[in-house]
Nanobody
Framework: DVQLQASGGGLVQAGGSLRLSCAAS????????IGWFRQAPGTGREGVSC????????YYADSVKGRFTVRSDNAKNTVYLQMSSLKPEDTAVYYC??????????????????????WGKGTQVTVSS
């Protein structure tokens, strides 16, 4: 069974930083895409960032571009989302998701949840003003 575990959330002041981790078990990253999504109370799910292990391409929502960085550590089977210059509007539950091969490559540039077949439980990020 593929399992994803997102961790690293917490409470931080505006302007601060957090690093989220997405670790996979029961699966070894290969030609996959790992996406980060978030959902704030009363809002829909938003695609935040994605990394395609097919070619190393990374993608970001305009709202986080220049502040968030996604990278993978294949040796640890883990993807990280480094979040800096955090704003109160970044407050949300953050989820990581895995899209395999072709479906993942289609979903990743679009930061789309469709094509992401595996989801981890979320981690709460709260940014205080």
């Amino acid at each position: 069974d593929v399992q994803l575990q997102a961790s690293g959330g917490g409470l931080v002041q505006a302007g601060g930083s957090l690093r989220l981790s997405c670790a996979a078990s029961g699966y070894t990253f290969d030609d996959d895409s790992i996406g980060w999504f978030r959902q704030a109370p009363g809002t829909g799910r938003e695609g935040v960032s994605c990394i395609s292990m097919h070619d190393g391409s990374t993608y970001y929502a305009d709202s986080v571009k220049g502040r968030f960085t996604v990278r993978s550590d294949n040796a640890k089977n883990t993807v990280y989302l480094q979040m800096s210059s955090l704003k109160p509007e970044d407050t949300a539950v953050y989820y990581c998701a895995l899209g395999t091969r072709y479906l993942g490559r289609l979903a990743c540039p679009r930061l789309s949840a469709y094509g992401m077949g595996y989801w981890g439980k979320g981690t709460q990020v709260t940014v205080s003003s």
